[in-house]
């Protein structure tokens, strides 16, 4: 990120994206802000518990999460989750027009917002690594493009103990862009 001229650094108001955001801000002497609608899908926990974390509950979660949002066989809760994630988004592009803004959030935001722009119907599509990188272009006139998914190359240098292999656009059907941009 240090070769982007960035304009502004939201951050879900959870403890982990904060952690991250924190630095970022900092080191680019921009002010952070919190934005509640950048926070993780929750079932019902009284905290955000990651996916890999919830033991026996995680396949009763995985299973609400994956139901497709289209058609009315998702959970409102996931419905719900999908549009405040949209609606952050759409909103971070209209507060900063020619600019780059940068949102820290979680990997359920991530996949809302891919999913929702190239026309998934599930949820989650993506297996995407912590801290990677997801590009979304909001043009002029409030057209959205994914530009990436999954960007890790900043990661390489350091051992979590697993690689990840997964190529996030081997799952979509062709890799066209969804919308046309204005520019």
Do not use: K, W
């Amino acid at each position: 990120l240090s070769v982007e001229s960035v304009g502004a650094v939201y951050t879900s108001p959870l403890l982990r994206a904060r952690q991250t955001a924190e630095p970022i801000s900092s080191s680019l002497g921009i002010e952070l802000t919190v934005d509640n609608d950048l926070s993780e899908l929750n079932l019902g926990q009284n905290h955000y518990v990651p996916v890999e974390e919830l033991g026996p509950d995680a396949a009763e979660v995985l299973r609400q999460i994956r139901a497709p949002v289209a058609g009315g066989g998702a959970n409102p809760l996931v419905t719900a989750f999908r549009h405040r994630a949209i609606s952050a988004i759409d909103r971070i592009g209209r507060d900063n027009p020619n600019t780059t803004a940068l949102a820290v959030c979680h990997i359920g935001v991530v996949n809302a917002v891919v999913t929702a722009i190239l026309g998934i119907s599930e949820l989650v599509a993506f297996e995407l690594d912590y801290t990677s990188v997801t590009r979304i272009h909001i043009s002029e006139v409030g057209m959205r493009s994914v530009r990436s998914v999954n960007e890790a190359l900043h990661l390489r240098c350091l051992d979590f103990g697993r690689a990840s292999t997964v190529d996030p656009l081997s799952t979509l059907p062709n890799r066209q862009e969804t919308q046309p941009e204005d520019r």
